[in-house]
C-alpha cells in the first residue's frame, strides 16, 4: 500500500476509542443552497491541513471550540423536521474523523441522508467512510488541475496536496460533486476540466467572495458576476453537467 494512503489510515485506531468532543465551526441550521433539491443543515468542523490562498472560511482554520458530541446530536435532532440531509463541512471534516465517523452514523441513524464536503487530502479515511456506507454524496473542492506545482502554490506550499485529492476522486461507490470556488485573479477553469474529463462527477463553479480571502490580492478583486461564470461553464462544454453558483441566482445547470 502507498505510504501516504498508510499514513491516511493509521487513524482507525483512533476510531477505536471513544471520541466524545469535535472542535466545532458552527451550523446552519437549514440552507437550501448547499445540496442542489434539498434542505439540509451544514455542519462546520474547525482546522485543515491545508492554507489556500483563497480560502473563505479561514477563521475555521484555527479555531478552537471543544463541543460534547451529544451537544451535536441535539443540533440535528431540532433541525431533522426541517432538512432532509446533514453536510459535513469545514475547514475539513475529515480531519476529525472519530467525530465525522460517529455523527455520520448518528443522521443515518436518524434516516437523513449525509453529504461530506472535503477538500480530498484524505482519501484512506474518505475510502472508509464509503466502505460502512455512511457518505451519500460526496462534494469535492478542486482548486488547481491534476498538476503537483499548481496545487501547491494555491494551497499556500503543501507538497503532496494535489496527489491525494486526485486519490479521492477515484474512489467509487457515492455520487461526486465536484466545487471550485474562481475569483478574477486565480481560476483555471479549463485546467481543472481537462483533468476531470475522464471522470463521471457534476461540476460546479462556485462565486467567490473577494473580501472573504486572506490573500490581499484576491481580495482587492471585483466578484465575478453570473454571466462571466455563465461563460466560464460554456468554455468546458466537453464535460457533460456544469454548474455554477451565485449569490444573485443561486445553482443553475448550464450545460
Ligand atoms: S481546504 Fe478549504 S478550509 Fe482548508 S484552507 Fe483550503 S479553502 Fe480553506
Redesign the pocket.
Known sequence: MNLVLLTDNLFVGEVKRKVMKLNFGGMIPISTVDWCGRSVSVIFFNG?????L?????R??DGNNQVELEEIEKKIIGSENFISAVVFS???PLMQYGALEHLAGFTKERGLLVGIET?G?YPGRLSRLIEKKLIDRLFL?I?APAHPGKYKII??GVEDAGWRVFKSLELRGVPVEVRT?VFRSYSDISGIAESLKSYDCTYVIQQGIPENAPDEVIKKDKTLARDELAALARSVSFLKDVRIRTREKGEEKIN
Open positions: 485543515c491541513p491545508l492554507r489556500c483563497y480560502c473563505q472560511n479561514y475555521l482554520i469545514g475547514g475539513e477538500n487530502y473542492d482548486k494551497t499556500g470556488t
